[in-house]
């Protein structure tokens, strides 16, 4: 069973500051990565993906993969309060299986 | 309209009842999931559905049961609901298998006392 485990537990950054969120797989056969966003009391929702080594950056959310070591990262710039929220990684292989998740890194951005 | 809807959102039962939460979709996607969610643990698979009728344990599937007999419904059933399965429970549903976005449910909070 693949584990996703991911760092730190919390993190708590000023408003306008660079929150760094990381993600490892235990399972060498995933090919996908995704970060969801869970605003408190509400649904998981997709926020950016990246499924090929690098780097994809959308607005102020920058997603690195590498590969070799199952390993991705999501960086925010300029955070707002409204970043805040429990970011969750999750992960799946390339043959019809269901993504596992993270336990997940509760970002505070404090005015 | 990619929507997720799942009933209902809140329930009390009683240890030993038996439980129904219903998700439904307007996407046409192939595969359902059932998932719950308890504070420091993620999100938790209970079961994944590729289709109607073609169903498939997650990694927590003991003490649950699933039913899909449309392909835009399914279903989660606790057969005599333990005081443990109090949690939130989220259906999510996506295109292609395991390699498309999941699209959530707003969430069933499910206490059993």
């Known amino acids: 069973q693949q584990k996703v485990q991911q760092s730190p537990e919390s993190l708590i950054v000023p408003e306008g500051g660079m929150a760094s969120l990381n993600c490892t797989s235990s399972d060498r056969n995933v090919d996908y990565f995704w970060w969801y966003r869970q605003h408190s009391g509400k649904s998981p929702k997709m926020l950016m993906?990246?499924?090929?080594?690098g780097e994809k950056e959308e607005g102020r959310f920058t997603v690195h993969l590498n590969k070799a070591s199952l390993h991705t990262s999501l960086h925010i710039r300029d955070s707002q309060p409204s970043d805040s929220a429990l970011y969750l990684c999750?992960?799946?292989?390339?043959?019809?299986?269901?993504?596992?998740f993270g336990a997940g890194t509760k970002l505070t951005v404090k005015p | 309209d990619m929507k997720v809807t799942q009933m209902p959102r809140y329930l009390i039962k009683r240890m030993g009842e038996n439980v129904l939460l219903e998700c439904g979709q307007d996407m046409s996607h192939e595969t359902m999931y059932w998932y719950r969610q308890d504070p420091g643990l993620g999100l938790q698979l209970i079961y994944i559905?590729?289709?109607?009728?073609?169903?498939s344990e997650g990694d927590i599937p003991k003490g649950y049961r699933v039913s899909r007999k449309k392909r835009e419904h399914f279903s989660l059933i606790l057969d005599s609901a333990k005081t443990n399965q109090t949690s939130v429970y989220f259906c999510?549903?996506?295109?292609?298998?395991?390699?498309?976005?999941?699209?959530f449910g707003e969430g069933s909070k499910l206490t059993v006392l």
């Open positions: 999510a549903s996506s295109s292609w298998g395991g390699s498309g976005q999941l699209y």
């Open positions: 559905s590729y289709d109607v009728d073609s169903n």
């Open positions: 993906s990246i499924f090929s080594n």
């Open positions: 999750a992960a799946s292989t390339n043959n019809n299986n269901a993504p596992r």
